[in-house]
Structure formats: structure tokens, C-alpha cells
């Protein structure tokens, strides 16, 4: 990973920001849609060379103020905000822990027992590097097929990126890749070297589709949407998915995916062998 995580990431905001969005015209002869360096210095009201010097890695010691400015101007959610501050004080050496936690590959008897009641809902529980450490009996019945729970621990960025069935298993496998980057991105720093050594295993495996997603990091993660995946025995699902925490202690997340149409639950309901209908879709 860049040893420049802070100003890598506000350079990745401000390419992302148009000016549209800014409150500013568009003008012309723009090599990229995103707010040139000048722009975004004069929404924040600190001077280009100060901004240059941020994104460039030679200064690593904004202010809090500086920091409250330049989120307003690149309009930045909450958690966006306290990423950056985060990365600021990585980036200045005031680590936030003497030692990074270990990745949780142990889930709590109680986070056990609740994945055993969901029983045939295709839910998961995932540490902070993506790898999948407990799941359910519909979740098996779903992605046991698909590849998705080989390897010891089974990891979705380690499949997404490099096992060849990824990109005819989601339909939308740009989308997927994306998701992947910006949950380890803003999962934990890049001071974490559990995180570090799988970013370097998956820029040498993945290539350029990682490693360009990681250069450019700056979107957030999805905490809740829709995905389509093509299952070899019941053909192609649309699947709402949330993403909930667990404690913070555990670091550790839980994936719960619903049907999102009258068909896709009567294909779960299929590969589970029971009645259709049994599963409902999302506000059916």
C-alpha cells in the first residue's frame, strides 16, 4: 500500500468531487470531471502549494481546522470524516493503539447461536481482511457452489480478485470489486500489517484491477444495497444485502442477504428444498 494514505485519499475525493456537486461551473479543457487542485483550495481557503503538499506526502501534519475545511469542501459524509482524521494521525505517527488487533477468525457462542437461528437465510460473518469466519446453513446451500467458501479461512477479496469463476458469478463484478477495495480500505489504516501483507499478496495475484481500485480508494463502502449472482443450479439472483457490526472488540461484520424479488425467493426456496414462498423477498 502507499505510505501516503492521507494525501492518496484526499486526492482521490477531490478527482471524485465534480463541479457540479461543488457549487462550482464546469468550465472547460478539464483532463478529469473531478475538482482541479486550485478549485478545491479555494472552496477550503488554504493556498494550492498547502494542498499540493498534502496530497504529495510532504507535509503529514494538517490541523484539525484544515482537516474540518477541506471535509466541508469536498462535502464528506460522517464516516468519511472520521477516516481522514484517522489517516492524519497515522499519517503523523500518533498511532491510534500501540499494536494493531489481530484479525477475529473466532466468532462470540452468541454471535454463533443467532447465525444458527437465521438457519436458512444466507447470512455470513466476516472479519476485517474479508474473510468469512461463520456462516449460516443457507448461506452454504448458496455459496458452497459457487466457490465462495473454499480456502481455509475462505476469503471474498482473495475470490473476487483471482478465482477465475468471480466474474461469471456476479454479473456486475466492476460493482463487486469496488465494494471489496473500499471495506479494507476503510476497514483499518495501512499501518495494520495483516492488511498490508494481503494488499501486496493481491497486488502481485490481482494485478491492476486491485491495485488501481487501492491507488484510487476514496468510496465508501456499501452498507446496504442489491446484488445479482448466477448460481449453477437455480440461475440468476437479486439478492439485498446489509451489512451490520458487531462489537468493536470483535471486528468482525454480519452479511445477511434477503431475496429482492418474488423469483429469487422461489429459487432459494429451491435450493433450500422447501415450499416457494417460504423465504419472502424484501417487502413482500
Same mark, same amino acid.
Given at each position: 500500500?502507499?505510505?501516503?494514505?492521507?494525501?492518496?485519499?484526499?486526492?482521490?475525493?477531490?478527482?471524485?468531487? $465534480?463541479?457540479?456537486?461543488?457549487?462550482?461551473?464546469?468550465?472547460?479543457?478539464?483532463?478529469?470531471?473531478?475538482?482541479?487542485?486550485?478549485?478545491?483550495?479555494?472552496?477550503? &481557503? =488554504?493556498?494550492?502549494?498547502?494542498? @499540493?503538499?498534502?496530497?504529495?506526502?510532504?507535509?503529514?501534519?494538517?490541523?484539525?481546522?484544515?482537516?474540518?475545511?477541506?471535509?466541508? @469542501?469536498?462535502?464528506?459524509?460522517?464516516?468519511?470524516?472520521?477516516?481522514? /482524521?484517522?489517516?492524519?494521525?497515522?499519517?503523523?505517527?500518533?498511532?491510534?493503539?500501540?499494536?494493531?488487533?489481530?484479525?477475529?477468525?473466532?466468532?462470540?457462542?452468541?454471535?454463533?447461536?443467532? =447465525?444458527?437461528?437465521?438457519?436458512?437465510?444466507?447470512?455470513?460473518?466476516?472479519?476485517?481482511?474479508?474473510?468469512?469466519?461463520?456462516?449460516?446453513?443457507?448461506?452454504?446451500?448458496?455459496?458452497?457452489?459457487?466457490?465462495?467458501?473454499? +480456502?481455509?479461512?475462505?476469503?471474498?477479496?482473495?475470490?473476487?480478485? $483471482?478465482?477465475?469463476?468471480?466474474?461469471?458469478?456476479?454479473?456486475?463484478?466492476?460493482?463487486?470489486?469496488?465494494?471489496?477495495?473500499?471495506?479494507?480500505?476503510?476497514? =483499518?489504516? &495501512?499501518?495494520?500489517?495483516?492488511?498490508?501483507?494481503?494488499?501486496?499478496?493481491?497486488?502481485?495475484?490481482? +494485478?491492476?484491477?486491485?491495485?488501481?481500485?487501492?491507488?484510487?480508494?476514496?468510496?465508501?463502502?456499501?452498507?446496504?444495497?442489491?446484488?445479482?449472482?448466477?448460481?449453477?443450479?437455480?440461475?440468476? %439472483?437479486?439478492?439485498?444485502?446489509?451489512?451490520?457490526?458487531?462489537?468493536?472488540?470483535? &471486528?468482525?461484520?454480519?452479511?445477511?442477504? %434477503?431475496? @429482492?424479488?418474488?423469483?429469487?425467493?422461489?429459487?432459494?426456496?429451491?435450493?433450500?428444498? /422447501?415450499?416457494?414462498? $417460504?423465504?419472502?423477498?424484501?417487502? &413482500?
Amino acid at each position: 500500500m502507499s505510505d501516503n494514505e492521507l494525501g492518496a485519499f484526499l486526492r482521490a475525493r477531490r478527482e471524485a468531487l $465534480t463541479p457540479a456537486e461543488a457549487g462550482l461551473p464546469a468550465g472547460t479543457r478539464r483532463r478529469t470531471p473531478g475538482l482541479r487542485r486550485a478549485e478545491l483550495a479555494m472552496l477550503a &481557503g =488554504i493556498s494550492v502549494e498547502y494542498l @499540493a503538499r498534502l496530497e504529495q506526502g510532504r507535509d503529514r501534519n494538517p490541523s484539525a481546522q484544515v482537516l474540518g475545511t477541506l471535509s466541508d @469542501a469536498l462535502r464528506l459524509p460522517l464516516d468519511a470524516r472520521v477516516h481522514l /482524521r484517522r489517516l492524519a494521525k497515522s499519517d503523523g505517527g500518533r498511532h491510534l493503539c500501540a499494536a494493531a488487533p489481530a484479525p477475529a477468525r473466532e466468532v462470540r457462542s452468541t454471535v454463533r447461536a443467532l =447465525i444458527d437461528r437465521l438457519g436458512e437465510t444466507p447470512a455470513a460473518v466476516t472479519n476485517m481482511l474479508g474473510e468469512t469466519v461463520a456462516y449460516s446453513d443457507g448461506y452454504a446451500r448458496l455459496a458452497g457452489p459457487l466457490g465462495l467458501l473454499d +480456502g481455509d479461512p475462505p476469503s471474498l477479496p482473495r475470490y473476487v480478485f $483471482t478465482d477465475p469463476r468471480a466474474r461469471e458469478v456476479f454479473p456486475d463484478w466492476d460493482r463487486v470489486a469496488d465494494r471489496q477495495v473500499a471495506a479494507l480500505y476503510f476497514g =483499518i489504516t &495501512g499501518s495494520d500489517p495483516a492488511m498490508a501483507e494481503l494488499a501486496r499478496e493481491l497486488t502481485v495475484t490481482g +494485478g491492476a484491477p486491485f491495485s488501481d481500485r487501492l491507488t484510487a480508494s476514496g468510496v465508501l463502502p456499501d452498507r446496504s444495497g442489491v446484488e445479482r449472482l448466477v448460481h449453477p443450479e437455480v440461475g440468476e %439472483l437479486r439478492l439485498a444485502f446489509e451489512v451490520l457490526d458487531l462489537s468493536e472488540a470483535d &471486528g468482525q461484520q454480519l452479511v445477511v442477504r %434477503l431475496p @429482492a424479488d418474488e423469483a429469487s425467493s422461489a429459487a432459494l426456496d429451491r435450493l433450500a428444498g /422447501r415450499r416457494p414462498g $417460504t423465504l419472502r423477498a424484501v417487502g &413482500g
